[in-house]
């Protein structure tokens, strides 16, 4: 599954993003979740002129054409009580014409807009689903690039955490405690994909932004 969320503006009270326009799709729906593996519940449905919070002051929004290949969602995540100081989870599905709907990207993690600074370490820590093989893994999509990585196999059983860098590639295996955690302090990542060895996974990784605003 590929990136399919820009989001291009985060600020105090401001979520700007584009996806793409898709043929055939009837609404474009916007989900959001506390964690990755928690419940998503939708909060914007958009037809493809897109959408607008009209609690949000259009003088301080740019333009921003699409030419017609994206659609454009603009909201305030308090006006759908999410509290806009902590992270938070989103993703897209498509609804086409004559439904059902269909999940189109990833789980993509939102920073508060404090965080956009290089200031702190990124946390994340939830479950990883049980496949097996990296076909199966979830899809995790980083906000922009992301360094320093440390993953930790939480499982406190003798489960495997399996690790990779790009849809359906080779993998890196992660042990429970006490074998050492995943670590990387080289390179930049933008999603990450993860899955349990034969059961769920308990995890946790910190990173940070490479390229802080």
Known sequence: MNRTINVFRRRPNIVDMMVPVTAGVAEYRLKWAQNFDGAFAQI????????????????????QPSTGTSVRMTFNPATFAIDDTKSFWIQLFHFPSGGPEVAVSAPSLLLPESAHHGVGIVTIQGNAPSAVSSAGALQLDLPRLMQDFRIVNQDPGASILFLSTEQSGPEQQIKPAPASPYS?????????????GGAIVPFSATFTLAFPR
Do not use: C, E, M
Request: aromatic share 12%.
């Open 44 to 63: 914007i449905g958009a037809p493809v002129a897109g959408f607008y919070d009209d609690t949000i002051n259009r003088g301080t929004v740019d333009s």
């Open 184 to 196: 990387n302090w080289s390179g930049t990542q933008g999603s990450i994909w993860v899955r349990g």
